[in-house]
């Protein structure tokens, strides 16, 4: 059976208009979305991790109010007008809840996730997921005319053939019909700053497996040889919060919770941290496992 008849209708309608205008080759089953986030900021007064294990899915900018790119998703935003263009208007009327999620697609195979300039961490969701997903390239914001479902996915040989700077170097992806972290998480894959930390401890409680990559880490000295990519005064935010001369998620993340900081400024920080404190072997697949019994509750 079509297993799109098992999606509530607004979202099989989405998925069939956006096919509608799509051919090329089917997209690889062991190819992944990642969905990048930061896992120590706050969601609706609770620290984002908690969040997750309190609803036990993964929310929208249009329920959470918050998004680490733009704040857009509101009544008569640019994310509204961006997903009435690629849906023909089905989720014009939608409850929050119902509307897609941003992800992209991992077809570079990425230790640190398909689009780290959203976050240093990401959730990777299940192969089943593919189905329910559509894809473009560029970003929604670009007014995109190029898209992808699972079945027709020409998007890679474009992005494999454009120049990007590596922070826009993603297809993404909207996955319809919600994200259950015990049904659609492959993975929570966390950056290494976080290892012995209550993200730690908070990613343990929720019900997917816990995985970690080596980390993204940048000295100040290095920060301030790319002043000139965001801006100096952020590298001189960077080089204030920095402990010991290094920067760290972990140590963006603090100076994000202390209220101190403009979260946008901390923003541009994290852009140069991910552009050029990349771990080695972040264009490569790469995980640790946690041991045996953790990631539950």
């Known amino acids: 059976m079509d297993f799109r008849h098992e999606l509530p209708p607004r979202a099989r309608r989405a998925l069939d ?15 992944r979305i990642t969905l990048n986030f930061h896992p120590d900021r706050v969601c609706g007064g609770l620290p984002i991790l908690e969040a997750l294990a309190r609803d036990g899915a993964y929310h929208s900018q249009f329920v959470t109010g918050t998004s680490n ?14 997903e009435s263009r690629i849906f023909g208007g089905l989720y014009d009327d939608a409850a929050p809840v119902e509307r897609p999620l941003y992800g992209a697609l991992d077809f570079r195979h990425q230790a640190v996730g398909a689009a780290p300039r959203f976050g240093s961490s990401h959730l990777r969701l299940t192969a089943a997921v593919l189905d329910r997903a559509t894809f473009c390239y560029p970003d929604s914001a670009a007014e995109p005319t190029d898209f992808g479902v699972a079945s027709a996915m020409p998007l890679i040989a474009l992005a494999e053939a454009d120049d990007q700077d ?19 998480v492959e993975a929570l894959v966390l950056d290494a700053s976080y290892r012995g930390t209550t993200v730690e401890t908070a990613a343990r409680r929720l019900p997917c497996p816990l995985e970690w990559h080596p980390g993204y880490r940048l000295t100040v000295t290095e920060l301030r040889r790319h002043a000139d990519y965001r801006g100096p005064e952020y590298a001189d935010l960077g080089a204030q919060i920095a402990e010991r001369g290094l920067l760290t998620p972990r140590v963006i993340g603090d100076a994000a919770r202390t209220g101190r900081h403009e979260l946008q400024d901390l923003k541009m920080v994290w852009h140069t941290l991910a552009r050029f404190g990349a771990p080695e072997g972040a264009g490569t697949a790469y995980s640790t496992p946690a041991p045996s019994g953790t990631g539950t509750a």
Request: glycine residues 16%.
């Open 17 to 31: 208009h956006v096919a509608a205008g799509v051919s090329g080759p089917p997209l690889d089953p062991g190819l």
């Open 69 to 82: 790119g733009g704040l857009t998703a509101h009544p008569g935003g640019d994310r509204t007008r961006w």
């Open 166 to 184: 590596p922070l826009n170097d993603y297809i993404e992806s909207h996955v319809h019909a919600g994200v259950l972290l015990a049904r659609d």
